[in-house]
């Protein structure tokens, strides 16, 4: 499975993708290294014109290190978080006094440099040198945590330790720049965190997430079970009389009861006809489906948790490959089930014309 993932993502790389970044394909080292700070806690599209902007005032890494700090503060305005900006500048005149302005060319001498970290070392060596370092961002830890099904938190110890290990035994050696930027580009437009675009990804015959109809579980975070506000979403898939359930395991709260098809989001989501069938046609490939409604928004305040969200009803024609590993209960005997309070709050509900319990 893992030359196939390389494989599979490396074709599509090359062959399909067109995701365009001012710094993609760039060599330069100092250009490389400004965009990944600049990207730290930024998101790309907002990032792009303070990397087009530091690059047309300072096109080498010798013009930033000569600079007056109150001119790169200026350029830096409205980016945040400051303290990137002060080792930029620092980095920049270590590099220029203590190296001739030479930017160093191995991982361990880049890792060295302050404000540099392991991921931003990665892509330093492996964009500008092409040396065999992975990259482990967000994106890469959503798509091999999909693709190979494991439910390890990403932001735990051991999971990060468990999807660096995984990330080096996928990297394309030969090609590891070309490879680094094809899983990153592949988690920010397919396997996007929010409806990835599974009925038109190249990886879907062998995703574990996707055969197991996981995909909207994992990634795993610990820090998600501790947020105090979640947006939880019920899909109550009907098919032939009967309801897609599923019991809930892990240490997550409702641990050992029953629920629908539950997407969560880190925000709340507007839902209504057009969105639902979109995100059918997106998640499963499905274009006929008869939605029968999205619920008022429930909201529930646990001890340490407020939680919100709504619930869909979709009657499908068949049950397709993404949900047959769930199980599916006749109408009449989900009364027997064990439910939280959320959900039980609205099978029995006025909103509906006939409860289900």
């Known amino acids: ?30 250009k490389i290294w400004l965009s990944e700070v600049i990207l730290q806690q930024t998101r790309v599209a907002q990032g792009w014109q303070y990397y087009t902007n530091f690059i047309k005032k300072y096109p080498t890494i010798t013009q930033l290190a000569r600079a007056k700090d109150q001119d790169v503060f200026k350029l830096w305005e409205g980016l945040g978080y400051y303290n990137r900006c002060k080792n930029l500048l620092f980095t920049a005149r270590q590099i220029v006094n203590e190296r001739k302005g ?5 991982y361990e001498d880049i890792l060295a440099l ?19 370092f992975a990259v482990v961002d967000g994106n890469v830890f959503r798509v091999l945590s999909r693709f190979f099904g494991i439910a ?21 050696k030969k090609e590891a720049g070309l490879y680094n930027q094809a899983i990153m580009d ?28 996981r995909v909207n579980q994992l990634p795993v975070k610990e820090k ?5 506000h979640r947006w939880l979403y019920y899909f109550l898939f009907e ?23 539950l997407v969560e989001s880190d925000a709340g989501v507007v839902w209504d006809d057009k969105s639902v069938k979109n995100w059918l046609k997106e998640q499963v490939g499905i274009s006929k489906a008869n939605l029968l409604y999205v619920s008022p928004l429930s909201v529930q305040q646990l001890t340490h948790q407020q939680i919100k969200g709504q619930f869909i009803r979709v009657r499908l024609a068949a049950v397709p490959v993404f949900l047959k590993k769930y199980q599916w209960q006749p109408v009449g005997s989900l009364r027997k089930l064990p439910f939280p309070k959320f959900i039980i709050q609205h099978l029995e509900s006025p909103f509906l014309q006939k409860s289900l319990f």
């Open 1 to 30: 499975m893992e030359k196939q993932f390389t494989s599979i993502l490396m074709k599509w790389h090359k062959q399909t993708n067109t995701r365009e970044m001012p710094w993609k394909g760039e060599p330069d080292p100092y």
């Open 102 to 106: 030479i930017f160093p060319d191995q």
């Open 114 to 132: 302050k404000g540099i970290g392991p991921y931003t070392a990665a892509a330093i060596a492996s964009f500008a040198y092409n040396l065999p």
């Open 152 to 172: 390890e938190a990403i932001d735990s110890s051991r999971g990060k330790a468990l999807f660096t290990e995984i990330a080096g035994k996928v990297l394309s």
């Open 186 to 213: 592949f988690g920010a437009v397919v396997c996007k965190p929010f409806s990835p675009s599974c009925h038109k990804c190249p990886l879907q015959k062998h995703c574990v997430a996707f055969r197991d109809g």
């Open 224 to 228: 998600t079970l501790q947020r105090k």
């Open 239 to 261: 098919h032939d009389n009967k309801l897609l359930v599923h019991q809930r395991t892990g240490k997550d709260i409702w641990q050992n009861l029953f629920e629908f098809y």
